[in-house]
Structure formats: C-alpha cells, structure tokens
C-alpha cells in the first residue's frame, strides 16, 4: 500500500474524487483519516469548532453504497469538506465566532451546501471564523508554527487544510479574509468574481463586498471546489444571471501564448516586508519580459478608502439590531469599528459607492492589455500569534472590485512561514487567470 492510501487525509482532493471513482479508495476510510488527524493536531491548532463525526462518517457510507450501487457519482463524491462558521447549515450550528449566537441552529443550508451535497461532497464539520467575520481573532494557531497567526476571518478554514485535516475548505471575503491566511498557512486560496458564487444562507457584513472563496493545496483543487459550488441564485442580489467560467478546464488548459503580467507599484507597497519584497522580485527576474512593472493613479488610495467606507457603513447597517441589543457581548475591537462606522454619514457612503463603480471601469479596460497582475497576498510572514490576523491591504484592492484573485504558496519568508504570491485578473475572467497561474507555477518550476 502507498503512503497516500495509507495516510488517505494527505490526498489533495482530485486524488481523492479519482481514487473513489475507481474504487481504490473508501470516501469511508478518507473521512476516517480526517477525523483521526484532527484528533492528533486539533487540541493545539484548534481549526474545528463543530464536527459532528457519526454524521459525517454516515455520510461516507452512503456515498460508497452509492458507488459499489454504480448510481451516477458528482464532482466531490465522497470528499470532505469543511466550512466556516458563518455558513449555514441544518444540521449543525452556525455560531458566526461570538457568544451573540451560541447555539444558533439554522433551518436551512446555505445555498453553497446544497451544490455541495448535490456533488456527493462530505460536510466534515466548521471551521472557526474571527468574530462576525470581521477584525477580533479566534484562538486558532498556525499550523506551521503554533507561535503565529493563521490570518483571518477564515482562520479555521486555511489552518485545516495545511494542517491535512481536511482537503478542501470554503471561507469568505470582505476585504482579505481567504487571500491572506492562504498565504500565511501556505495553501492555495481561490476567490473568483463576485457574484459567481451565491451568498445565500452566510452572514452578511457588506452585501457589496462580501464574497466567498475556498481552500485547497493544489491549484486543481480550489478549482475544483469553485465549480461545484458556483451558480446563478436570484436570492442573491450580486448574483448574475448567466454563464460562468470552467475553473478546472481553465486550471487543465494550456496557454496559447505566453501570459502578459504586470506589476502595480502601489501606495502601500511599503509594508512588504523586506522578504516578501526580495521574494517576489526574484519571481519577477524569472518572468523576464514577460512582466511590466506601472505607476498607478492617485486615484487608487481613494479605492482603499472606498472599501473601508462601505464595509464599515454596511455592516453597521446590516447588523444595526443585534449590535445595539447585545453590545456588550461585542469585543472591544469591534465596537470601535462600529463606532466609527455610526460617523459614516450616507452621502459619504453615495460617494464610496461611486468609487468602487469607477474603479470597476478603470479595471475593466486595464485588462485588455495584460492577462494578470501579480502582486503580494499579504506583507510577509503571518504575525505572531496576539498581535492581530494581519494586515489585508493587498487585497483591498481587489476586493472591493470584485475582481478573481488566487493565492500561490511559492515563496518561503526569514522564519521559514509561507509568503504567497497573488495574481488577479479581469473580471468574469476566473478559467484565465487559474490557466496563468498554472502557467506560472510551471515556469517559476523550470527556472
């Protein structure tokens, strides 16, 4: 027997859906390894904060009936795969990481655990989040050194799957919460258009900027994952409704010619540190020609602001009522935040609104000149652990466009942490961007 059907958990998760489909492997015996990792690693990483283990091992077993039945097998048939806890699901609680919500226990899945279930996958249990998805950190450690921050808001999710707890896992968005604990943790973290994924059934904190992405440690993997989970849902008001791209045919594809990259010389860039600065200049030596590096407009620290603005006012908005009736449950972190965001006034509001718009027409045409902006997926190393989730700012950016980003474990900083490198692309554009990304890997690999 391999190392890999012995130690089935270190399977990366199109292993595991073509071991299962062949009958080489037990969906069965994959969660088992799961549940056994968990219980070797999880009292120090503490990534879990529900599983339910009879549930999700009954869950396998019906997967492999199904199978050895030969009736019709989906996408992740039989592979397990965990959420964050703002991500409803009926049958276990969704306590969005504050005491406002203990025991909470939704009527409903999500709409992203229904296209889960419909493709066979295993929902292992959920992950912690930082409280409200926002800014006050969890007690989860970074796997690779439980001394250091695993990011945030998706902190469980990412420490998880770099830990193999899980191959897979879906966390959110708002401003960096999948791209910077993907880097921190150094697994890939995948967050494709807004609106290609619906938002039904998870907490919203900004119905503008909330976006879901996911976790995996290969390419192929969060791929993967972004096709089951994504689709048209009316109930969603970002949702679109029409095609969206195939992210593992892009993954799979060739490029048909060498990609154009470019660097963005941004108004923060000084908060790389010194590493992840070395680090990523040594990826642009090995691109040669093939990237360009540009001045921004001055514009783009009005972009920064903007995000800060609506995230700020929407979430004080969204979630007025549960903050005025349980405030004194909130962390003191948050209730400065909301503070500030009760100063926000709406026509300050209009007008952030008015530069994410045009930041979006700005990026629109930019893209018609270059297949991908390679830039850092957070300022270096995670933080010591008590000293905050990290700095988001270089998906700030990004994010309040809404535009496809993925974070690639390619660098290593002075602690011998994970440093990720970030490439973003067009929008609607998320099969080209992970085909570049591919492309990138292989060359960066050649060199």
């Known amino acids: 027997m391999t190392e890999s059907l012995s130690m089935p958990n270190t399977l990366s998760a199109t292993e595991a859906v073509r071991k299962i489909h062949e009958g080489t492997l037990r969906s069965v015996d994959l969660v088992q390894a799961c549940l056994d990792r968990i219980d070797e690693t999880d009292d120090e990483i503490g990534a879990w904060v529900h599983i339910d283990r009879d549930a999700a ?90 001394a250091h921050s695993p990011g945030g808001s998706s902190s469980g999710s990412a420490a998880a799957v770099a830990a193999f707890q899980v191959p897979l896992a879906i966390g959110t968005q708002t401003n960096g919460s999948v791209i910077r604990p993907a880097s921190f943790c150094g697994t890939y973290g995948f967050k494709p258009t807004r609106g290609v994924i619906s938002r039904r059934g998870i907490l919203q904190t900004s119905k503008n900027l909330d976006q879901v992405g996911v976790f995996g440690r290969t390419l192929e993997d969060v791929a993967l994952l972004a096709d089951v989970i994504k689709g048209y849902d009316p109930a969603d008001s970002l949702s679109y409704p029409r095609p969206r791209p195939h992210m593992l045919n892009g993954c799979q594809a060739e490029a048909p010619v060498e990609p ?166 067009k929008s609607e554009q998320d099969d080209r961007l992970l085909r570049t990304a591919n492309w990138l890997q292989n060359k960066l690999g050649e060199a």
């Not at 249990?125 to 989860?140: N, Q, S």
């Open 260 to 425: 154009e990259f470019v660097w963005l010389e941004l108004p923060f860039d000084d908060r790389l540190a010194l590493d992840a600065r070395e680090g990523l200049e040594e990826v642009m030596m090995a691109l040669g020609d093939r990237i360009e590096k540009i001045a921004v407009p001055s514009a783009f620290g009005g972009f920064v602001d903007a995000q800060r603005v609506i995230h700020e006012y929407e979430i004080c908005d969204h979630l007025h009522e549960m903050f005025s009736k349980h405030w004194a449950q909130i962390s003191a972190d948050l209730q400065a935040i909301v503070e500030r965001g009760r100063q926000i006034s709406h026509s300050q509001y209009e007008e952030a609104l008015e530069f994410m718009s045009s930041a979006n027409e700005y990026f629109e045409v930019f893209f018609n000149d270059y297949d991908a902006v390679l830039t850092a997926s957070a300022p270096g190393e995670a933080p010591k652990f008590g000293n905050g989730t990290g700095d988001p700012i270089f998906s700030t950016i990004w994010t309040l466009c809404g535009l496809p980003c993925v974070s690639l474990p390619l660098l290593v900083g002075e602690n011998s942490l994970p440093i990720g490198v970030q490439l973003v692309a």
């Open 57 to 146: 091992l009954a869950q396998a077993e019906e997967m492999d009936k199904l199978r050895r039945a030969g009736k019709p097998m989906g996408a992740l048939h039989g592979v397990p795969v965990s959420l964050k806890d703002i991500i409803d699901t009926q049958n276990l609680p969704t306590e969005r990481g504050t005491p406002v919500f203990k025991g909470r226990q939704p009527s409903a899945d999500a709409a992203i655990v229904e296209r889960l279930k419909d493709q066979g996958a295993i929902i292992l249990g959920k992950t912690v989040t930082t409280e409200l998805a926002f800014v006050h950190a969890a007690e989860t450690k970074n796997p690779h050194n439980l």
